[in-house]
């Protein structure tokens, strides 16, 4: 079955930076989009970066662009988010999440259970 | 990004039916039919209910139906249950090749 599990998270100061992982399983991990979505505490869901399959479309929300970047190691099954210039508004959970299919125009379909960031000094 | 408009709460009684309505543009919801919803218990992750408008992911309850009409997409519940109580998200594929999610709605099951 398909597995995800986020770690990485933590406290760090702002303007710090932080990277997170997701192991991935139980599908081919090279053929699907992925994606990182947060959670403020208390808040609603927040889109933050897709990856399509081959890695040749990266798109980012407008809150972290230039900030945020998205990647992956095929050989690990692994896809990370790499944060920089840390803000206190970026504390959330993070949910690595499948999309449906190869496109950067698929949705979420399997979701981890999250890694919380807290930035504050 | 902008969000896109839920009611932020909506309430039914066992076996009624309820409706979740998600308020976009002409540049998300309006554009496209890449339309989800989400159902996502307190702690919890979120799980995918509805894709593409109107389709079902194995597993879930045909209880649970999807529509679009104009910028405004909606989930129906029907036969509702205790279990259906949750916060729901809906959200959509826009121009921008971004995602933009709803404010959220909480059912709550009298």
Same mark, same amino acid.
């Not at chain 1, 399509?52 to 970047?69: H, L």
């Not at chain 2, 979740?20 to 996502?40: A, H, K, M, P």
């Given at each position: 079955?398909?597995?995800?599990?986020?770690?990485? *998270?933590?406290?760090?100061?702002?303007? %710090?930076?932080?990277?997170?992982?997701?192991?991935?399983? &139980?599908?081919?991990?090279?053929?699907? +989009?992925?994606?990182?979505? %947060?959670?403020?505490?208390?808040?609603?869901?927040?889109?933050?970066?897709?990856?399509?399959?081959?890695?040749?479309?990266?798109?980012? +929300?407008?809150?972290?662009?230039?900030?945020? /970047?998205?990647?992956?190691?095929?050989?690990?099954?692994?896809?990370?988010?790499?944060?920089?210039?840390?803000?206190?508004?970026?504390?959330?959970?993070?949910?690595?999440?499948? +999309?449906?299919?190869?496109?950067?125009?698929?949705?979420?379909?399997?979701?981890?259970?999250?890694?919380?960031? /807290?930035?504050?000094? | 990004?902008?969000?896109?408009?839920?009611?932020?709460?909506?309430?039914?009684?066992?076996?009624?039916?309820? /409706?979740?309505?998600?308020? &976009?543009?002409?540049?998300?919801?309006?554009?496209?039919?890449?339309?989800?919803?989400?159902?996502? !218990?307190?702690?919890?992750?979120?799980?995918?209910?509805?894709?593409?408008?109107? !389709?079902?992911?194995?597993?879930?309850?045909?209880?649970?139906? &999807?529509?679009?009409? *104009?910028?405004?997409?909606?989930?129906?519940?029907? &036969?509702?249950?205790?279990?259906?109580? +949750?916060?729901?998200?809906?959200?959509?594929?826009?121009?921008?090749?971004?995602?933009?999610?709803? /404010?959220?709605?909480?059912?709550?099951?009298?």
């Amino acid at each position: 079955q398909v597995q995800l599990v986020e770690s990485g *998270g933590g406290v760090v100061q702002p303007g %710090r930076s932080l990277r997170l992982s997701c192991a991935a399983s &139980g599908f081919s991990f090279s053929n699907y +989009a992925m994606h990182w979505v %947060r959670q403020a505490p208390g808040k609603g869901l927040d889109w933050v970066a897709v990856m399509s399959y081959d890695e040749s479309n990266k798109y980012y +929300a407008d809150s972290v662009k230039g900030r945020f /970047t998205i990647s992956r190691d095929i050989s690990k099954n692994t896809l990370f988010l790499q944060m920089n210039s840390l803000r206190a508004d970026d504390t959330a959970v993070y949910y690595c999440a499948r +999309a449906l299919s190869y496109s950067s125009s698929s949705m979420f379909e399997y979701w981890g259970l999250g890694t919380l960031v /807290t930035v504050s000094s | 990004q902008s969000a896109l408009t839920q009611p932020a709460s909506v309430s039914g009684s066992p076996g009624q039916s309820i /409706t979740i309505s998600c308020t &976009g543009t002409s540049s998300d919801v309006g554009d496209y039919n890449y339309v989800s919803w989400y159902q996502q !218990y307190p702690g919890e992750a979120p799980k995918l209910m509805i894709y593409d408008v109107i !389709y079902r992911p194995s597993g879930v309850s045909n209880r649970f139906s &999807g529509s679009k009409s *104009g910028n405004t997409a909606s989930l129906t519940i029907s &036969g509702l249950q205790a279990e259906d109580e +949750a916060d729901y998200y809906c959200s959509s594929y826009t121009s921008r090749r971004t995602y933009s999610f709803g /404010t959220g709605t909480k059912v709550t099951v009298l």
